[in-house]
C-alpha cells in the first residue's frame, strides 16, 4: 500500500478524541482512521507526567501495529506530557492538539483563556506554545476537573453543567474574550459554556487539528486515493456499553464494532 | 514475627479507600497498615469486570508482598467485580466492603437504597449479598458517577454538590429511610447528602467493614501486640500532590511518606 493510502492513527486517553475524529471525518471524509483509546486507563487528566508519558508511548506502540502515516495524539493531557517521547521514539511523524490549538490562539487579538485537565493545565503547555509565537501574549488558564465527568454523564445542555461551568469559567479576567477548549470533551458541552460566557471566541481543538491534519497531508504525506469514504476502526483497551453509548454522541455517528486491545 | 503482628493490607482503586483505613485507625488504632492506591488507572467504577478483576488480582498480588494477616478490598467496585477471584487466589483472607454493608441493610426496618459507580451498581452484587441474608428486601439501587469526582475536587458541602445529589437521590422512592454508601468517596459528602435526605440511615461501608475486620481479628488472626499506635504505609501506583492533598482530607490525617510502586 502506497504510504497516502495507509490509515492516521488517533490516540486518546478515552473517548473525548472522538471529537477531534469528527472533525477529521467532516474535513477529509476519505481517510482511513485507527482509533485507540485507553479506557482501560482513562482518565489521565489527573495523572502525574511520567504516568501520562508512559502511556502516550504503549499506545504510540499499539498503533504502530497498523502501519499509519501519521500519528494524531487526539488528547490534550497526552499532548502534553507525552507529545515529546512519542515523537523521538515513532517512525511515523506525530502531531498533537496543543501546537494547533497555540496557533489558533497566537493569531486572536488581546488575552486568552485556556481551559483544560489538571494535569494539561499544571504542565503550562499551552502557555509555552502560545508564548513560542507571541511572547507578550496574556494567557489565563483554569482547570476544570468536573466537565469531563459531566460530559461523560451527558449533560451537555443542563442547568448543573451551566452552574458548574460557571464556577470554573468565573475564574477568568472579564477582558478574555477567546478561550482555547484545552480538552477534547469541552465541545459536547458547547451549549453550557456559550450561556456562561457569551459572545466569546472558542478554539475547538479538533477543529484547528484537523486543518493543521490536513496541511500534513497536503504537504509530503498525501491524501488517500481510494473509495469516497474512509473506514473508520475503533479499538479499545476496555470496552463496555456506557462508553459504546457515550462514544456515539461525541463521534456523531455509529461506532460500528468495537475492537478490544489488550495491554 | 507472628501473624497478629503482621499488616493489614488495604486496597483501593485510588484514594477513596482512605475512608475505609481512617475507620479502621479510629477502632483499631494499634493496628499496622499497608494501604495501596492503584492511582495510575483510577476509576474502577467505568470500567468492564473483567478489567476490574485483573487489576484486583494485580493489586492483591503486590500486597502479598508485605506479608499481610489480611487483605482488605476498601472500593465497593473491585469488591464487586474482584474479591471471588482474589479470595480464590490469594494466601491470606481477603475482606470486601459489600458483605459487611449488605449485613447491616438486611437488619434494618423496611426498603433500602443503595448508591454506587456504574459499576457497582450494574454488579447488582448489594441486591444479591442483602436478598441472600434478607430474600424478600426491597432494594432500590441509583448509580451516581458524578459524586466521585466531586469529592476529589473537594466540593464536599456546596450548593453544586446539592444539586447533584438532589438529582441522584430524588430518584430513590419516598419509603427509602436507609442509604448505602456504596463507595468509599461518599462519606466525604455527608453535610450534602443529609441536606438532599435528612432522616435518612446512611450505612457507611468504612465503619461496617472496620467492624468486620474487628470481629476477624477478636476470632483466630489476632490483634497486633506491639506499640500503642500501628504505623500506615501508603503505596500508590501513580502520585501526585493533587492527591495527596484530597488523600489527606479523606484520611483525616497527615498522609506522610508516600511509596511510588511501579505496576
Same mark, same amino acid.
Given at each position: 500500500?502506497?504510504?497516502?493510502?495507509?490509515?492516521?492513527?488517533?490516540?486518546?486517553?478515552?473517548?473525548? $478524541?472522538?471529537?477531534?475524529?469528527? @472533525?477529521?471525518?467532516?474535513?477529509?471524509? $476519505? &481517510?482511513?482512521?485507527?482509533?485507540?483509546?485507553?479506557?482501560?486507563?482513562?482518565?489521565?487528566?489527573?495523572?502525574?507526567?511520567?504516568?501520562?508519558?508512559?502511556?502516550?508511548?504503549?499506545?504510540?506502540?499499539? +498503533?504502530?501495529?497498523?502501519?499509519?502515516? +501519521?500519528?494524531?495524539?487526539?488528547?490534550?493531557?497526552?499532548? @502534553?506530557?507525552?507529545?515529546?517521547?512519542?515523537?523521538?521514539?515513532?517512525?511515523?511523524?506525530?502531531?498533537?492538539?496543543? &501546537?494547533?490549538?497555540?496557533?489558533?490562539?497566537?493569531?486572536?487579538?488581546?488575552?486568552?483563556?485556556?481551559?483544560?485537565?489538571?494535569?494539561?493545565?499544571?504542565?503550562?503547555?499551552?502557555?509555552?506554545?502560545?508564548?513560542?509565537?507571541?511572547?507578550?501574549?496574556?494567557?489565563?488558564?483554569?482547570?476544570?476537573?468536573?466537565?469531563?465527568?459531566?460530559?461523560?454523564?451527558?449533560?451537555?445542555?443542563?442547568?448543573?453543567?451551566?452552574?458548574?461551568?460557571?464556577?470554573?469559567?468565573?475564574?477568568?479576567?472579564?477582558?478574555?474574550?477567546?478561550?482555547?477548549? $484545552?480538552?477534547?470533551?469541552?465541545?459536547?458541552?458547547?451549549?453550557?459554556?456559550?450561556?456562561?460566557?457569551?459572545?466569546?471566541?472558542?478554539?475547538?481543538?479538533?477543529?484547528?487539528?484537523?486543518?493543521?491534519?490536513?496541511?500534513?497531508?497536503? $504537504?509530503?504525506?498525501?491524501?488517500?486515493?481510494?473509495?469516497?469514504?474512509?473506514?473508520?476502526?475503533?479499538?479499545?483497551?476496555?470496552?463496555?456499553?456506557?462508553?459504546? &453509548?457515550?462514544?456515539?454522541?461525541?463521534?456523531?455517528?455509529?461506532?460500528?464494532?468495537? &475492537?478490544?486491545?489488550?495491554?
Amino acid at each position: 500500500m502506497t504510504r497516502a493510502n495507509r490509515t492516521i492513527g488517533v490516540f486518546d486517553s478515552g473517548i473525548g $478524541g472522538l471529537t477531534v475524529v469528527r @472533525a477529521l471525518r467532516q474535513l477529509l471524509p $476519505g &481517510e482511513s482512521i485507527t482509533y485507540l483509546g485507553d479506557t482501560a486507563r482513562l482518565p489521565y487528566g489527573t495523572k502525574s507526567h511520567r504516568t501520562i508519558e508512559r502511556y502516550t508511548l504503549q499506545m504510540g506502540e499499539i +498503533l504502530q501495529r497498523y502501519e499509519p502515516k +501519521l500519528i494524531v495524539v487526539a488528547c490534550n493531557t497526552a499532548s @502534553a506530557h507525552g507529545l515529546a517521547a512519542l515523537q523521538t521514539a515513532s517512525p511515523c511523524p506525530v502531531v498533537g492538539v496543543i &501546537e494547533p490549538g497555540a496557533e489558533a490562539a497566537a493569531q486572536v487579538k488581546g488575552a486568552v483563556g485556556v481551559i483544560g485537565t489538571l494535569a494539561t493545565v499544571s504542565s503550562a503547555s499551552y502557555d509555552d506554545a502560545i508564548h513560542r509565537r507571541e511572547p507578550g501574549k496574556q494567557i489565563h488558564s483554569v482547570a476544570c476537573p468536573l466537565l469531563v465527568p459531566l460530559a461523560e454523564e451527558g449533560w451537555f445542555d443542563d442547568p448543573i453543567t451551566d452552574a458548574i461551568a460557571r464556577r470554573y469559567l468565573n475564574q477568568l479576567p472579564f477582558e478574555v474574550k477567546t478561550i482555547v477548549l $484545552g480538552c477534547t470533551h469541552y465541545p459536547t458541552l458547547r451549549p453550557s459554556l456559550d450561556r456562561t460566557r457569551p459572545n466569546t471566541q472558542w478554539i475547538d481543538s479538533g477543529e484547528v487539528t484537523a486543518q493543521s491534519v490536513d496541511n500534513l497531508l497536503k $504537504g509530503n504525506l498525501g491524501y488517500r486515493t481510494e473509495s469516497a469514504r474512509g473506514p473508520l476502526r475503533i479499538l479499545l483497551t476496555d470496552a463496555s456499553n456506557r462508553l459504546r &453509548e457515550v462514544g456515539e454522541r461525541f463521534l456523531g455517528e455509529a461506532l460500528g464494532n468495537v &475492537e478490544l486491545v489488550e495491554l
